[in-house]
């Protein structure tokens, strides 16, 4: 099992941009696929954003393509994600996800963090 510790959340402005971080315990850290995924109190928790442990390869959820950006530094054991232009729907917890040599297409995750909350003010 691999503990997951998120990093970064914090009250901002629409417009704002504001960078999580996700650190794991683990030595084999770049043979995870890394996720994150967000949840407002009483709806679903939904897909954000993935990077996969093979190639690098990034995906993102529609609704914050070419706004949001996420990386790894495996050196470092961490992912970010970078947000900018947030908008008040954006407000969740943001959660940190990993899978051991996952793949992004099957979007299954067994290892979660606490998750960090973001809140965008208008």
């Known amino acids: 099992q691999v503990q997951l510790v998120e990093s970064g959340g914090g009250s901002v402005h629409a417009g704002d941009s504001l960078t999580l971080s996700c650190t794991a315990s683990t030595v084999t850290f770049e043979s995870y696929t890394m996720a994150w995924f967000r949840q407002v109190p009483g709806k679903v928790r939904e897909f954000v954003a993935g990077i996969e442990w093979r190639d690098g390869d990034t995906k993102y959820a529609d609704s914050v393509n070419g706004r949001f950006a996420m990386s790894r530094d495996n050196g470092k054991k961490t992912v970010y994600l970078q947000m900018n232009s947030l908008r008040p729907k954006q407000t969740a917890g943001y959660y940190c996800?990993?899978?051991?040599?996952?793949?992004?297409?099957?979007?299954?995750?067994?290892?979660w963090g606490l998750g960090t909350q973001v809140t965008v003010s208008s």
């Open positions: 996800a990993a899978a051991y040599w996952g793949r992004l297409s099957s979007q299954k995750y067994n290892n």
